[in-house]
């Protein structure tokens, strides 16, 4: 991809807007036959259709809790070279804000815009995917949950996310102790397991986020790229899951 097209896909990502994805099927020879159903939610918690997002993948993990499981996949969409201040790319999130709450019914905090305005705080997906990824370490069912409320704090509440003595906070309104979030945020293991994640992310195609994955009878299959309902979402789960 031309930095160019990297530009511009990463503008697209962070004012909400999914790019095209290419996600495609590949095997996975440690998945067992008889093994319950996992949905890969691929996210970033920088995405404002991953924010918006949300409820829906809630509302379906809870209607079919009983006959499928969830993991979360980091995809790192803002590392790197696409790291900046928030005002480099905020007159273009600030109009894109509205066709994100029009269709999703989600609103966008004003601590958020206000900080688009302000247009100084650096902009990096690595801190807060380092938090989930620790948390994950720590209670993985309650992993997708503790995401959430990472985005929460950040499109809701407007709060600063490279700030790591935030996460200890958030950690404790899942059942995580602080004291515990931030030992596994300071073990290199968790940055690992954020690398092995965007690795997995490039595997399976994933140019845009969020994405959804079955992985199911020896197979991972997409199953959702981008924003979609409750009931968009569960019909394309229950079409994958008797997919051949």
Same mark, same amino acid.
């Given at each position: 991809m031309s930095p160019l097209s990297i530009l @511009?896909?990463?503008?697209?990502? *962070?004012?909400? *807007?999914?790019c095209t994805a290419r996600p495609h099927e590949v095997a996975d020879t440690t998945a067992m036959p008889d093994q319950r159903p996992v949905l890969l939610y691929v996210m970033d918690p920088l995405c404002g259709?991953? %924010? $918006?997002?949300?409820?829906?993948?809630?509302?379906?993990? $809870?209607?079919? #809790?009983?006959?499928?499981?969830?993991?979360?996949v980091l995809g790192g969409m803002v590392t790197g070279d696409r790291e900046g201040p928030m005002g480099d790319r905020a007159g273009y999130i600030l109009g894109a804000i509205p066709r994100l709450e029009s269709y999703t019914g989600v609103r966008i905090g004003e601590p958020y815009k206000d900080q688009l305005r302000l247009?100084?705080?650096?902009?990096s997906s690595a801190p807060p995917s380092l938090a989930i990824a620790a948390f994950r370490t720590l209670a993985?069912?309650? #992993?997708? @949950?503790?995401?959430?409320?990472?985005?929460? @704090?950040? =499109?809701?509440?407007? *709060?600063?996310l490279?700030?790591?003595? *935030?996460?200890?906070?958030? $950690? @404790?309104?899942?059942?995580?102790?602080? #004291?515990?979030l931030t030992a596994a945020m300071a073990d290199p293991a968790a940055n690992l397991a954020f690398e092995a994640d965007m690795r997995r992310s490039a595997d399976l195609g994933v140019q845009g =986020?969020? #994405?959804?994955?079955?992985?199911?009878?020896?197979?991972?299959?997409?199953?959702?790229?981008? %924003?979609?309902?409750a009931p968009e979402l569960r019909a394309a789960v229950r079409a994958a899951l008797q997919a051949r």
């Open positions: @511009a896909a990463t503008t697209l990502l *962070l004012c909400g *807007l999914p259709w991953c %924010y $918006a997002f949300g409820h829906e993948l809630d509302t379906v993990l $809870a209607q079919m #809790a009983d006959s499928i499981d969830v993991q979360l247009g100084t705080r650096w902009s993985p069912d309650r #992993a997708v @949950a503790f995401a959430h409320e990472v985005q929460h @704090a950040y =499109f809701r509440d407007g *709060l600063d490279n700030d790591r003595s *935030l996460y200890p906070t958030l $950690a @404790a309104r899942h059942g995580v102790d602080g #004291a515990q =986020f969020p #994405a959804v994955f079955l992985v199911h009878k020896g197979s991972t299959r997409p199953v959702s790229s981008g %924003y979609r309902s």
